[in-house]
């Protein structure tokens, strides 16, 4: 299957890849929100007819014999693809802490073997991350995000950090906000209580111990309404946190939910919440936009260059219990509101955030990756 044409500029020669292998700890199954979008990326339709495969360099989890048995096989799977498909595109997706260290050794044997690659930065806080770390690692990874032929980004505040605290060229930053496939239109739903939904790892980060105390608050206790906070994680302390509360007949926590299990409870929805305490780009947001929900979460990461509040979602300062109570009850007794966000949510993802669109972007990242044939190292 071949990629689009080639194009030449400046003697350089680009075009879009017949394949791409994509890089995540944890593959498509276990790896989080990452391996999700990777999984939306290999179901669609493709980039100009290319074929994406997906390779794990981690795990379910981190055990350190059988990952790095995982990241070895992920090398070797390097060396064959740069002999039998010299054009292929590595997509390299990376996060902090062992994401980093794992893709230290993985970047390193796709630049001595002159491999095309993209790496796809998804952290919360990757500028905090890169300051733990020694003086040594910190000139590797910055050589890492240096040697990348392109370097994706999440949302605008990453692009900066990019640039000037790892000295990448703005020329080849890309930001690619993520997105989900189209679940289709929303269905109408009347005569139920309004069901909120949560979805990401219950933890702090996510603000789960907030969310807790708002479904908690008399401004919520008095309404009728059902929710369920779906995600990995301590579920069993957070389930005796909501009992303590009141609120075990209200509150369901199934753990984690594949994608078909997710789009099945987010149709069913009316309000989806995220009161995160840091995101890159939550996955969680665009599926909330997608479904037509009525989103709720905070200005962090790149949220603020997803949603505008009042209009295609509300926004709640961190850590903020009571304010959180008081939007969700206004949101669970007033169902025009619900209605007016609901529909423009769901206009805003079709003109932003669908797979076409992310799928379109991709294309234009790949297509400018100068093309190689030799086995030869890059000098940068």
Known sequence: MGGSPAATRGGAVFGSPAAVRHYVAGGRENGGGIGRLVGYIADAAGTAGTRHRVTDTRGPRWFAPFSLSRLLRACVLVVKDRIVDPDLIHHVHVAGRGSTLRKLILTEVLHRLGCRHVLHLHDYDYA???????????????????????????????????????????????????????????????????????????????????????????????????????????????????????????????????????????????????????????????????????????????????????????????????????????LVSDPETRRLLSANARAHYLSRFSMATYSRSLERIYASVPVRTRMTARSR
């Not at 770390?133 to 999440?154: E, G, K």
């Open 128 to 330: 905090a991350d890169f300051d733990a770390r020694t003086p040594f690692r910190q000139r590797l990874t910055r050589r890492m995000f240096r040697r990348a032929d392109r370097v994706v980004a999440l949302g605008e505040r990453d692009r900066a950090m990019l640039t000037a605290l790892l000295g990448v060229e703005a020329s080849r930053i890309d930001v690619a906000h993520n997105c989900v496939p189209d679940p289709g239109r929303p269905a109408v739903r009347s005569g139920e209580p309004p069901l909120i939904v949560f979805l990401g790892r219950l933890s702090e980060r996510k603000g789960v111990p907030e969310l807790l105390l708002a479904l908690g608050d008399p401004a919520m206790t008095r309404l009728p309404w059902r929710a369920v906070l779906a995600g990995d994680g301590p579920v069993e302390e957070y389930r005796r946190e909501a009992a303590a509360l009141g609120l075990s007949q209200r509150v369901e926590m199934p753990s984690w939910l594949d994608a078909d299990r997710t789009r099945e409870l987010c149709a069913r929805a009316d309000i989806l919440v995220l009161p995160s305490h840091a995101e890159g780009m939550a996955m969680a947001v665009i599926e909330g936009l997608a479904h037509g929900l009525a989103v709720v979460t905070t200005r962090v990461g790149a949220h603020e260059e997803v949603i505008t509040n009042g209009e295609t979602g509300l926004f709640v300062p961190v850590g903020d219990a009571p304010a959180l109570a008081a939007t969700l009850a206004e």
